[in-house]
C-alpha cells in the first residue's frame, strides 16, 4: 500500500527546523524555538487556570530551575500525559524544579485536570485567555505559535536564571515529548554547568 502524501499547510514549504506534523498534515511554527543560552525577552500575562492566583509573567521564570510545558489541547490525552510524566519525574530527576503548564485552550478545560488527575500540584495557565499582545508575545518567546491557528505545539523548556537550558519542541504533535529523556537531558547540561572548572596549570 502506497503512503498517502503529507499535506502541507500554507503557500510555502515551512523550513525543516520549524515544521511539525499533526497527522496527516504538516504545521509550520510561526518562529522559530529559543536556543539554549537565550535570554528570555517578553513581556506577558497569561491568566491563572488551576492552582495559581496570579498570572504568569516572565518575573516567575526567573528562578534557578524552571521547567515550562506548552500544551495545545487539555482535554487530549497526550497533554495528560505530559502533565502527568513531568509531575512524576521531575522531581526526581531535578534539583526542586519549578513547574508551569501553559495550555492554548479555555481555562475551564483544566477541570478535567482536577477531576482525573487532582494530585497534580503544579500551575495551569491558559493562553486562550490572555491579552492578545501577551498571548502572541509568549508563542514568540517559546517558538511555538502555529501559523494561521490559535494553537500552539507540545513543547518542553528548561531555564535558569531567565536564560534557556534546554528546548524540545517534538516533530510528531500527535504524542507527547519524551518527558524522561528530556529531565535526563537538562540534569547532563546543569551537571555540566554547576561543575568547577579547573584551576589553570602554571610552574610559578
Known amino acids: 500500500m502506497n503512503a498517502q502524501p503529507v499535506r ?12 511539525v506534523r499533526l497527522g496527516d498534515e504538516l504545521l509550520l511554527r510561526a518562529h522559530p524555538a529559543p536556543r539554549p543560552g537565550d535570554l528570555l525577552e517578553a513581556e506577558f500575562s497569561i491568566p491563572a487556570a488551576r492552582i495559581a492566583t496570579a498570572p504568569l509573567t ?4 526567573l528562578g534557578r530551575l524552571v521547567v515550562v510545558s506548552t500544551l495545545p489541547n487539555i482535554q487530549k490525552h497526550a497533554c495528560a500525559a505530559q502533565i502527568i510524566d513531568i509531575e512524576e519525574h521531575a522531581p526526581v530527576v531535578l534539583p526542586a524544579p519549578h513547574i508551569v503548564h501553559v495550555s492554548a485552550d479555555e481555562a475551564h478545560h483544566w477541570g478535567e485536570v482536577d477531576v482525573f488527575h487532582g494530585s497534580v500540584r503544579a500551575p495551569g495557565y491558559s493562553l486562550c485567555c490572555a491579552e492578545s499582545a501577551s498571548r502572541e508575545a509568549f ?3 517559546f517558538g511555538v505559535a ?5 494553537r500552539v ?3 518542553l523548556f528548561a531555564l535558569s536564571g531567565g536564560v534557556f537550558v534546554a528546548v524540545e519542541i517534538p516533530f510528531d504533535q500527535m504524542q507527547p515529548p519524551d518527558v524522561g529523556a528530556f529531565l535526563l537531558r537538562v540534569r ?6 554547576g561543575r568547577p572548572r579547573p584551576e589553570p596549570f602554571t610552574t610559578e
Not at 8 to 19: I, T
Not at 146 to 150: A, E, I, M
Not at 188 to 193: P, V
Open 8 to 19: 502541507v499547510v500554507g503557500a510555502e514549504p515551512p523550513p525543516l527546523d520549524r515544521a
Open 58 to 61: 516572565p518575573r516567575d521564570l
Open 153 to 155: 505545539t507540545h513543547g
Open 188 to 193: 547532563r547540561l546543569l551537571d555540566r554547568i
Open 139 to 141: 508563542a514568540r518567546a
Open 146 to 150: 502555529v501559523l494561521g491557528q490559535r
